[in-house]
């Protein structure tokens, strides 16, 4: 989920729940992903901020868009302050500052996603580049309780990152 006014900024790595309609207004209850995984992991209720329905974007995949992967040039990444941006996928191998982004893995010939990535790029024991991942709700425990995530290391010729 994406908030935002245009001409004014966006804000990303949201949740929403279903619309409801207040006064007279359709309004998104809106809450950060860490809120979110919190009260997944501990079963209780999150207070979420509500959102006239106009203000808020949901992120899905354009099928029909020719463009795979993000642009690499700078005046190919302009974008119109009225509307949130489209984020690509771009391939982790050409990224730097890896840590903490959102990352798909193709691993069975599908992409697992909701995974963040915990390290930068590095040689294994094997003499290949990869990269360790772990799942966002586990991303988000570690930075709230201190413990650990379970961490799955991934090939970066197959990890895609949020561009």
């Given at each position: 989920m994406?908030?935002?006014?245009?001409?004014?900024?966006?804000?990303?790595?949201?949740?929403?729940?279903?619309?409801?309609?207040?006064?007279?207004?359709l309004l998104v209850p809106v809450l950060s992903e860490s809120d979110f995984y919190r009260c997944e992991d501990d079963g209780s209720e999150a207070m979420a901020a509500l959102y006239p329905a106009d203000?808020?974007?949901?992120?899905?995949?354009d099928e029909d868009s020719e463009r795979?992967?993000?642009?690499?040039?700078?005046?190919?990444?302009?974008?119109?302050?009225?509307t949130p941006c489209v984020r690509y996928p771009v391939p982790a191998s050409e990224m730097y500052g890896l840590v903490g982004r959102r990352v798909?893995?193709?691993?069975?010939?599908e992409f697992a996603f909701d995974?963040?990535?915990v390290t930068e790029a590095y040689e294994n024991a094997?003499?290949?580049i990869a990269v360790r991942v772990c799942p966002e709700r586990d991303w988000y425990r570690w930075a709230?309780?201190?413990?650990?995530?379970?961490?799955?290391?991934?090939?970066?010729?197959?990890v895609w990152a949020e561009g």
């Open positions: 994406i908030i935002g006014s245009p001409g004014q900024g966006w804000r990303g790595d949201l949740r929403a729940d279903d619309p409801l309609m207040r006064e007279g207004g203000q808020v974007w949901v992120e899905k995949p795979k992967i993000a642009p690499r040039h700078l005046f190919e990444r302009i974008v119109s302050t009225e798909w893995h193709w691993r069975g010939g995974l963040r990535c094997s003499g290949d709230r309780t201190g413990k650990a995530p379970t961490m799955d290391e991934a090939l970066i010729h197959l």
